[in-house]
Structure formats: C-alpha cells, structure tokens
C-alpha cells in the first residue's frame, strides 16, 4: 500500500500528543481571513502541539457546501504553514474526511494531494449503513489514505457501533488510530474490548475525544483478558476542540499525565482535581447549558479576546455565542488563571505581526 504511515509518525501517534481540532477564521463578511487562518495553525505549532486536526468540526462543516467550497482552502493553508516551520520534531498533519464513499474517497485523495498524513473518518450522515456497508467505506477511503477512526456516541448525535464493528474495524490495513468521543461508557468498554482482541490491538493508537473529562481518559487503563494474556489499552492523546484554546496548558496536562502514569500514578489526585477544573472550563467553553449551540462561538470568543482572531462569526448564523455565555467565560478565566495561556499568546502575536491586520 503506497500511502502508509511512516515509522517516526506512526512512534509519535503512539506516544500520545496533543492534537487540536483546527477553527475556521472568518471576516465580518464571513469570507475567510487567510491571514488569521495562517495565525492559528502557528499558534499551535509555536504552543507545542504534536499535530493538527483541518477540516472537522471545529473547522465547520459547512467549508463543504458549493457555495462555500473552503475545504480545499483551508487544508492547503494549514498544509503551506506547517510545511513552512520545518519543525524538527515530528508533526501529524490530519484531515477530516466525511460523507458517503464516494465523496469521502475524493476528499481523502484531496488531503493527500495536500501532504496530509492521516484521514479523521467521521461516520456521521451514514445512519442507513449496515455495519458491513461501514466496513466497507473504511476499507474504501484506508486504501486511499492512512485511517483515523472516529466513534461518535449516540450521547453527542452520532450512532451506537457494536463490539463486532470495532473487532472487524481494527484488522483493516491502515487504520493507524480510534478517536472516542467517550461518554457512555459501556459503550466504550465495547470499543476499546474489540480493539483490544484483535491482532492489530498495539497498532491502532487510541485518542480521546470526550472533552468533558479529559484527564480521567488520559489517566484510566482499559484491561481485557484475551487468549489468556491481560491485554491493557489507554488514551495516549487527545485529538480535541477543547485544545483549540489554552494549547500550550494542554501540552503540559498531557505531559503531567504521562509522568504520573509512569510513576504508579503518583499525584492521581491532583491531576483528578485539575480534572474537574478543565471540566468546569469545558462546560462554559462549549455552552453545555444550551446543548452545546455555542461550542464553536465559545471557541473563537476565547481566540479573539487574545487576539489571534477578529470575531467569533461562523458560516451557520445559528452558531452564536449563547445569552449569558460571555459571562460564564469570565468566571472561568477568573477562576483558574493556571490553566490560560494568555501571556504566551502576547509573546506569540508579537513574533508574528505580519499577519495581524
């Protein structure tokens, strides 16, 4: 298979990094601001990031429409920049491929013709396939490009996957990793169970995409017995909106967990504490009150008071900043002054002045 992972990256996926899902700077004309665009893919790199999410959700789905046709745009921008930096560590370029076969296929060769390394295969709008169909569609877009599962539980709108699903997943050539959006967690337990009895289990690298309890996922092993032998998974990373903000705290949250791990969870409790508070921050960040209407505009409300952005307008009018959210976004930058990295982002704006405007 041509398009394969190469060791240093599949390495680097493995040890775990902090992958932050990429957001769509807009104009208030609702044109993309290339500029700011090319700001928020250095912010993350500058922030420590081992990698980046374009195209998904926190991009905005509607880059997908005709009349926006934006998904070529911005994979090519945050493409030319991380390119540009020439970092001397290794740097996972992700692409968020969606929709039927054939629309997945073609966006997966688009983020290929862009040095893309993994695909983020979302499921989503494919209610109607059987298990095999999905099966299949994997199969499909992994020959194309190396696959990031995504398992979007039915908690957050996606659908329920069967334990079978995941054991048939996890031997298909060229998934490199499964990001869970964990919120049930029997339905976890299924997933990470059937990864872990297949004989590609240690291939296939496990990331979280439960921004409501970040740290616990980092921090819980998964133990199955299989064949007689105690196979034992765990989230090594994250790939996440929530780490589109306060990037450079979540290098080091990531960073702390590995340590305590390794030190037969020494500090658990703190680490647990810490926890609650990014929970707390997650809450208001994402408008949890309102069923999550301004997780985007909380995003970029967040980015703009720093100033790497101008606004907080998305393609989607409905995706505002929900009554009462600004507020709540006070409170917790109040509250937990450890977990911003607002002086780190002075520092940064000034280095990068050309592309301020």
Not at 232 to 254: I, Q, S
Not at 279 to 287: E, G, P
Not at 307 to 317: A, D, Q, R, S, V
Request: hydrophobic residues 45%; aromatic residues 8%; negative net charge.
């Amino acid at each position: 298979m041509e398009n394969i992972l190469k060791p240093e990256l599949k390495t680097h996926l493995h040890q775990g990094t902090v992958i932050p899902a990429h957001p769509l700077a807009l104009n208030e004309d609702f044109i993309l601001d290339e500029k700011r665009q090319r700001l928020l893919t250095r912010y993350y790199m500058a922030s420590g990031a081992g990698g980046l999410a374009v195209g998904v959700h926190t991009t905005q789905f509607e880059i997908r429409k005709p009349e926006i046709n934006l998904l070529d745009r911005v994979l090519q921008l945050a493409g030319e920049e991380i390119d540009a930096a020439k970092l001397a560590r290794p740097f996972l370029k992700i692409a968020g491929v969606c929709g039927p076969t054939a629309q997945a296929i073609k966006e997966a060769e688009l983020a290929v013709s862009h040095g893309y390394h993994i695909g983020l295969l979302s499921l989503g709008g494919l209610n109607s396939f059987s298990d095999e169909a999905l099966i299949e569609h994997i199969h499909a877009v992994a020959e194309v490009i190396p696959v990031f599962g995504f398992y979007l539980q039915p908690a957050v709108g996606g659908r329920l996957l069967s334990y079978k699903f995941w054991r048939k997943m996890a031997e298909i050539p060229n998934v490199v990793g499964v990001k869970i959006a964990a919120f049930n967690r029997y339905q976890t337990l299924e997933a990470v169970r059937g990864l872990c009895e297949s004989d590609r289990c240690h291939d296939i690298a496990l990331y979280t995409g439960n921004d409501d309890n970040i740290v616990a996922d980092l921090l819980t092993p998964y133990r199955f017995m299989v064949g007689g032998e105690m196979i034992e998974k765990r989230f090594v990373g994250g790939l996440l909106g929530h780490w589109a903000v306060w990037t450079g705290r979540a290098v080091k949250l990531l960073e702390e967990t590995k340590i305590c791990v390794s030190r037969e969870y020494d500090g658990a409790g703190a680490l647990l504490a810490k926890g609650i508070a990014i929970t707390d921050m997650n809450a208001v960040l994402f408008d949890a009150e309102n069923g999550f209407l301004g997780c985007i505009a909380g995003i970029h409300e967040v980015l703009r008071r720093q100033g790497i952005m101008k606004g907080t307008w998305c393609l989607n009018p409905k995706e505002k900043l929900s009554e009462g959210q600004s507020t709540e976004i006070d409170r917790v930058l109040r509250t937990y002054p450890d977990l911003i990295d607002d002086d780190f982002v002075r520092g940064f704006l000034e280095l990068n002045q050309e592309l301020l405007n």
